[in-house]
T-cell receptor, first 116, second 111 residues
Framework: GAGVSQSPSNKVTEKGKDVELRCDPI?????LYWYRQSLGQGLEFLIY????????KSGLPSDRFSAERTGGSVSTLTIQRTQQEDSAVYLC??????????????FGAGTRLSVL | QKEVEQNSGPLSVPEGAIASLNCTYS??????FFWYRQYSGKSPELIMS????GDKEDGRFTAQLNKASQYVSLLIRDSQPSDSATYLC???????????FGSGTQLTVLP
């Protein structure tokens, strides 16, 4: 597609349920990032994928969070046993390269997660 | 100390005025700096990047970088109501992988 595509755009779930968020990066982009933006806050890095290399999971807040990227393209962020503090907008970004200072990241529209 | 700091605002300017947004960063080795604009309920959109000391102009936008003082600013000339948004300053991590964002400055341009 022309841009980074995320689905669903909105997700309402009950506390304790598992959720899956999907990201389809820009075609040809090898790097994919997940960020979280809580209400009124800046973006918080969660995880990063680069090609077939092991992902950088250093930003994941707990072991309830995991992500995978299949075939070097689509990525799924999974949150298990959701908690109310997980409510936020989850943003996915992709870039042509990574590890390069001038690397530009392009963002999807995000998934707004609400945990009741 | 946060790695990237911005005045959270809100900042209000009248239409046609110059809006000045500031950002400071802690990593003296940082090489690249990005300004993203985020409308309410929308995703961040890159509007400026700057890599060298000095000014970089693009239309009504000017980014200014001073590595010695570790600050980067964004000037918006002839501000329009459509410029009303949150402006995020972003700096790559030391590994140049993920971006570290400031908390954003909310700008309102009053008609």
């Amino acid at each position: 597609g022309a841009g980074v595509s995320q689905s669903p755009s909105n997700k309402v779930t009950e506390k304790g349920k598992d959720v899956e968020l999907r990201c389809d990066p820009i075609s040809g982009h090898t790097a994919l990032y997940w960020y979280r933006q809580s209400l009124g806050q800046g973006l918080e890095f969660l995880i990063y994928f680069q090609g077939n290399s092991a992902p950088d999971k250093s930003g994941l807040p707990s072991d309830r969070f995991s992500a995978e990227r299949t075939g070097g393209s689509v990525s799924t962020l999974t949150i298990q046993r959701t908690q109310q503090e997980d409510s936020a907008v989850y943003l996915c970004a992709s870039s042509l390269l990574a590890g390069v200072a001038k690397n530009i990241q392009y963002f999807g529209a995000g998934t707004r997660l609400s945990v009741l | 100390q946060k790695e990237v700091e911005q005045n959270s605002g809100p900042l209000s300017v009248p239409e046609g005025a110059i809006a000045s947004l500031n950002c400071t960063y802690s990593d003296r080795g940082s090489q690249s700096f990005f300004w993203y604009r985020q409308y309410s309920g929308k995703s961040p959109e890159l509007i400026m990047s700057i890599y060298s000391n000095g000014d970089k102009e693009d239309g009504r936008f000017t980014a200014q970088l001073n590595k010695a003082s570790q600050y980067v600013s964004l000037l918006i000339r002839d501000s329009q109501p459509s410029d009303s948004a949150t402006y995020l300053c972003a700096v790559p991590s030391s590994s140049a992988r993920q971006l570290t964002f400031g908390s954003g400055t909310q700008l309102t341009v009053l008609p």
